[in-house]
């Protein structure tokens, strides 16, 4: 036996030989009293059953969600395998973004915020960029062609984010077929995210005024290429999973939130569908146009994890048809407002270090204009000033409502800016869905979730 031992679990300080019994057992007397072993959990929140109670157990679960690796602390208290109680231990990938925007000028800050929900980062930028449009009351002014590009591009985000909520899903609850279905037909998206943007994610392409640069009539092509092979494919993981009784027997009745809970909570996107109710920002409060495309807001009234699933393949389905009347609505005209004090370039040309601006523009800054090299200079260094005010501007991302709150006090960079990202939100629904549920069942509710670490911390 170990002498002068301190134990310190429960702030329990016990000098002298151990008694014969196993350290490792539940409890054992001390001269101070009953010391408890326990593994995992919030120590401070640990106290010694009452007499005659059943003994519950504190453990951390996972990582089980693809997003969650290190990331989502799964707090479980346990009764046998029944979940009595679960909490949420999150800001591990805090990283300090919209702090760091206000060391930024306005048009730096989407390359921070592309980065939060990484998933779905033309969302991040949009909404970013909308908030500041509405600051500089330029709204009016923003190219249609450039509008037609954000749906675009937002569209097929959403389809590619709904694509990583359904194969890891799939994953976690034992459908391997559909993890690999799920990722394959999201790297056909992601090759046209590179080739329009050059970058598969983070792309920073939406800019206050528009976007970096054009869409080309090849990538338009390819674009209506893939859209077929798209519905083809998608349809798989349909004909794979719904209505599977393995996979029904596993989502049917789990993750039960209701509209009461939904509204109490504040939580939007597929689970707030899933109840029967149709919000859906795009119908409510239309941004880049969004009145004048046809699409459906599919919802389901099952309240669980199997109406939730639904929803996102029936959403994928109707991004594609927002997606081609995006591509038949393309009209020749600019992408970038026409106020040159706002205004980046937006004609790139790319040479052969990989980057570069038009050769017309470089030639006019650099041989013919002093006046123009002087203003483009200060427009990449210093930045455009936006008028003191403050705005919310929202959008409907993939996992619901997506806000931003921006402050100005009329510099060249913002004073405040703060997301209102819906999974921070929808992750508050994790107890509600598991609380007197099994374990087995946490995994299910959570990825019916989709919860994205990125966005919840920032």
Same mark, same amino acid.
């Given at each position: 036996?170990?002498?002068?031992?301190?134990?310190?679990?429960?702030?329990?300080?016990?000098?002298?030989?151990?008694?014969?019994?196993?350290?490792?057992?539940?409890?054992?007397?001390?001269?101070?009293?009953?010391?408890?072993?326990?593994?995992?959990?919030?120590?401070?929140?640990?106290?010694?059953?009452?007499?005659?109670?059943?003994?519950?157990?504190?453990?951390?679960?996972?990582?089980?969600?693809?997003?969650?690796?290190?990331?989502?602390?799964?707090?479980?208290?346990?009764?046998?395998?029944?979940?009595?109680?679960?909490?949420?231990?999150?800001?591990?990938?805090?990283?300090?973004?919209?702090?760091?925007?206000?060391?930024?000028?306005?048009?730096?800050?989407?390359?921070?915020?592309?980065?939060?929900?990484?998933?779905?980062?033309?969302?991040?930028?949009?909404?970013?960029?909308?908030?500041?449009?509405?600051?500089?009351?330029?709204?009016?002014?923003?190219?249609?062609?450039?509008?037609?590009?954000?749906?675009?591009?937002?569209?097929?985000?959403?389809?590619?984010?709904?694509?990583?909520?359904?194969?890891?899903?799939?994953?976690?609850?034992?459908?391997?077929?559909?993890?690999?279905?799920?990722?394959?037909?999201?790297?056909?998206?992601?090759?046209?995210?590179?080739?329009?943007?050059?970058?598969?994610?983070?792309?920073?392409?939406?800019?206050?005024?528009?976007?970096?640069?054009?869409?080309?009539?090849?990538?338009?092509?390819?674009?209506?290429?893939?859209?077929?092979?798209?519905?083809?494919?998608?349809k798989d993981t349909t004909d794979l999973l719904v209505d599977n009784a393995i996979w029904m027997g596993r989502t049917v009745g789990v993750g039960y939130l209701d509209l009461a809970g939904c509204m109490s909570l504040g939580i939007t996107g597929p689970i707030l569908r899933s109840t029967g109710l149709p919000h859906d920002l795009r119908k409510s409060q239309p941004y880049?146009?969004?009145?004048?495309?046809?699409?459906?807001?599919?919802?389901?009234?099952?309240?669980?994890?199997? !109406?939730?699933?639904?929803?996102?393949?029936?959403?994928?389905?109707? $991004? *594609?048809?927002? @997606?081609?009347?995006?591509? &038949? %609505?393309?009209?020749?005209?600019?992408?970038?407002?026409?106020?040159?004090?706002?205004?980046?370039?937006?004609?790139?040309?790319?040479?052969?270090?990989?980057?570069?601006?038009?050769?017309?523009?470089?030639?006019?800054?650099?041989?013919?204009?002093?006046?123009?090299?002087?203003?483009?200079?200060?427009?990449?260094?210093?930045?455009?000033?936006?008028?003191?005010?403050?705005?919310?501007?929202?959008?409907?991302?993939?996992?619901?409502?997506?806000?931003?709150?921006?402050?100005?006090?009329?510099?060249?960079?913002?004073?405040?800016?703060?997301?209102?990202?819906?999974?921070?939100?929808?992750?508050?629904?994790?107890?509600?869905?598991?609380? !007197?549920?099994?374990?087995?069942?946490?995994?299910?509710?959570?990825? $019916? *979730?989709?919860? @994205?670490?990125?966005?919840? &911390? %920032?």
């Open positions: 036996m170990t002498t002068d031992q301190s134990i310190a679990d429960e702030g329990i300080v016990y000098e002298g030989e151990l008694p014969d019994e196993d350290p490792y057992a539940l409890s054992y007397e001390t001269g101070q009293g009953t010391v408890y072993t326990v593994s995992g959990g919030d120590w401070d929140s640990i106290s010694s059953p009452d007499e005659g109670e059943r003994e519950r157990i504190v453990v951390n679960m996972g990582p089980q969600h693809p997003s969650t690796h290190g990331v989502l602390r799964l707090i479980l208290e346990l009764e046998g395998e029944t979940v009595i109680d679960t909490r949420c231990g999150i800001g591990y990938l805090h990283t300090g973004i919209e702090k760091n925007m206000e060391y930024r000028t306005w048009t730096q800050g989407v390359t921070f915020v592309t980065r939060m929900d990484y998933l779905s980062p033309f969302f991040n930028e949009t909404a970013y960029c909308l908030g500041v449009e509405k600051l500089l009351d330029v709204t009016d002014q923003i190219p249609e062609r450039a509008s037609t590009i954000r749906v675009l591009m937002m569209e097929l985000n959403r389809i590619s984010s709904h694509l990583v909520a359904l194969a890891t899903g799939g994953m976690e609850l034992g459908a391997l077929t559909a993890m690999t279905f799920g990722f394959r037909e999201r790297e056909l998206i992601l090759d046209i995210f590179e080739m329009v943007t050059g970058l598969r994610m983070n792309s920073a392409y939406v800019r206050p005024g528009g976007v970096a640069q054009d869409i080309t009539d090849d990538q338009v092509a390819r674009i209506r290429e893939t859209l077929p092979l798209l519905r083809k494919r998608m880049c146009g969004y009145e004048n495309y046809e699409f459906n807001v599919p919802t389901q009234d099952t309240c669980d994890a199997y !109406g939730r699933f639904l929803i996102r393949i029936a959403e994928m389905q109707e $991004s *594609i048809k927002i @997606v081609e009347q995006a591509l &038949d %609505r393309l009209r020749p005209g600019p992408v970038m407002i026409a106020d040159k004090k706002i205004a980046w370039p937006a004609r790139l040309s790319i040479g052969g270090d990989g980057q570069g601006n038009s050769p017309e523009h470089i030639k006019e800054i650099m041989a013919q204009s002093m006046e123009a090299l002087i203003h483009h200079f200060k427009l990449v260094t210093e930045g455009f000033s936006v008028p003191a005010g403050q705005v919310y501007s929202a959008i409907e991302s993939p996992r619901g409502e997506l806000g931003v709150h921006i402050v100005s006090d009329g510099g060249t960079r913002p004073y405040r800016v703060h997301y209102r990202d819906p999974s921070f939100n929808n992750l508050q629904a994790t107890a509600a869905m598991s609380n !007197g549920s099994m374990i087995s069942d946490v995994i299910a509710a959570v990825a $019916s *979730i989709d919860p @994205v670490m990125g966005g919840v &911390d %920032r």
